[in-house]
């Protein structure tokens, strides 16, 4: 059973379209995740997110927002896609005072 | 250069082996993960540092700041250890850069 799981593995889309990415945790964790790892294998944190309190990496768009319908989901959104966008996301989760992050498998995009 | 090294790359041993595996990185860090990711599956973070040594179960992990430098270790390694072991850091600008990973194989 993945203890982190992602939907879609690829998502292969056009310029200025909606899009969105899932993230599933059954770790009981009450921390999540959205990195960003672009061409150069660089990891950025996106957000961090847990029932209490939506951290944001001011440097990301705000067309990417965090939807968390409920503690075991954080799943991405993306709107008007541009090709910067182009890269592998990754979720993860903690228990936030352990520090110790797991990670889905990612979500390679593709922006045409 | 790549901002972390890891060897090595490829590493096969006998069960019951100590296995060692380095990274070293030229960024100044505030922390560093080992990461284990196992074929068709997740990627877990095994230790995060930013001094000094961990222990958990039979896998210790070292870091030497001074000299950009950190180490895995397994002891009696089991044929379950067999994985990718990653190393990344996470640089001034919060930013985790990941070293290429070291495919770990034990043989019974």
């Known amino acids: 059973d993945t203890a982190v799981s992602q939907t879609p593995k690829y998502l292969v889309t056009q310029m200025g379209n909606d899009k969105s990415i899932k993230c599933e945790q059954n770790l009981g964790h009450d921390t999540m995740y959205w990195y960003k790892q672009d061409s150069k294998k660089f990891l950025k944190i996106m957000f961090s997110y847990n029932n209490k309190e939506l951290i944001i990496n001011e440097t990301v768009p705000n067309r990417f927002s965090p939807k968390s319908p409920d503690k075991a989901h954080l799943n991405l959104h993306i709107n008007s896609l541009e090709l910067g966008d182009s890269a592998v996301y990754f979720c993860a989760s903690s228990q936030l005072a352990k520090n110790i992050q797991y990670f889905g498998a990612g979500t390679r995009l593709s922006v045409l | 250069k790549n901002e972390v090294e890891q060897s090595p790359q490829n590493l096969t041993a006998q069960e019951g082996e100590f296995i060692t595996i380095n990274c070293s990185y030229s960024?100044?860090?505030?922390?560093l993960h080992w990461l284990q990711q196992h074929p068709g599956g997740g990627i877990v973070s095994l230790f995060m540092?930013?001094?000094?040594?961990k222990k958990h179960g039979r896998l210790i992990a070292t870091i030497n700041i001074q000299e950009k430098h950190s180490s895995l270790h397994i002891t009696a390694s089991h044929p379950r250890d067999s994985a990718v072991y990653i190393c990344?850091?996470?640089?001034?600008?919060?930013?985790?850069?990941w070293g290429a990973g070291t495919k770990l194989i034990i043989k019974p």
């Open positions: 960024v100044g860090i505030s922390a």
């Open positions: 990344a850091v996470v640089d001034s600008n919060y930013q985790l850069i």
């Open positions: 540092l930013s001094s000094g040594k």
